[in-house]
């Protein structure tokens, strides 16, 4: 039994889609990330070319504006672009991945580890999800990402929309319910921040991507932490 607008499970599928290499002709793998309220079924599915920090950050972004809203827990599998140290006494959650949440007024619980059932729930819904979608895809031949991405979005309408087999209604149907429960999207969607660290040079100067930036001069010798977006360095 789930509650409406409680979880949201997330990971990477386990199987991949393909691009073809226009140039090449070879294939190039597509990761896809897939996304699952369970108390609807409800779906998002994206594919990707990597499964680094900014696909796995976007996508959730991609997602809750799919939604419309926010469930007040996320579900993932113990991935390093998400979650940094998972013991029985410890979690840490991946600095840009904890302020993701913290925007979105959401909280993290990933699948605790060496519990089967905590994984399998996250899998079991992600593993319907992709399977169905993917295997649909398989005999297509796709020559960009963009492509691909219409394609899953077709497939994944279609998905949503199909009338449940023990019960009235879809997962579309099920979801205008559900949308009621969930968190409101805040007005400009989360922008994604690098987080690095750098010395103070004697000049009281740092160097980050090949730029020097000031600090004061009392920070000499001292190592700063530094937050990255595309419009901003805080140090």
């Known amino acids: 039994e789930h509650k409406p607008g409680e979880t949201l499970q997330v990971d990477w599928a386990g199987q991949t889609a393909y691009l073809m290499d226009t140039d090449t002709g070879k294939r190039i793998k597509a990761y896809v990330f897939v996304a699952v309220l369970p108390y609807s079924g409800y779906a998002y599915v994206e594919a990707f070319l990597?499964?680094?920090q900014e696909a796995w950050i976007t996508a959730h972004v991609n997602a809750y504006r799919f939604f419309g809203g926010v469930a007040r827990i996320i579900t993932p599998d113990n991935l390093k672009t998400g979650v940094?140290?998972?013991?029985?006494?410890?979690?840490?959650?991946?600095?840009?991945?904890?302020?993701?949440?913290?925007y979105y007024g959401t909280a993290i619980l990933p699948a605790r580890p060496r519990a089967p059932?905590?994984?399998?729930?996250?899998?079991?819904s992600v593993g319907v999800v992709s399977?169905?979608?993917i295997a649909a895809l398989r005999n297509q031949q796709f020559l960009s990402l963009t492509e691909l991405n219409q394609a899953?979005?077709?497939?994944?309408n279609e998905f949503n929309h199909k009338p449940f087999q023990k019960k009235e209604g879809s997962r579309a149907s099920l979801h205008k319910e559900e949308q009621l429960f969930l968190l409101p999207l805040p007005k400009v969607s989360f922008e994604l921040a690098f987080w690095k660290v750098a010395a103070v040079q004697y000049n009281y100067h740092i160097?980050?991507?090949?730029?020097?930036?000031?600090?004061?001069?009392?920070?000499?010798?001292?190592?700063v932490e530094v937050r990255l977006t595309s419009s901003t360095v805080e140090i």
């Open 152 to 156: 899953i979005l077709e497939k994944l």
């Open 131 to 133: 399977t169905w979608i």
């Open 207 to 223: 160097n980050v991507e090949r730029m020097n930036y000031s600090v004061p001069y009392e920070y000499i010798k001292q190592q």
């Open 117 to 124: 059932k905590d994984k399998a729930f996250v899998e079991g």
């Open 84 to 102: 940094i140290k998972h013991t029985r006494n410890e979690v840490i959650i991946n600095k840009a991945y904890q302020e993701l949440a913290e």
């Open 50 to 52: 990597n499964m680094k």
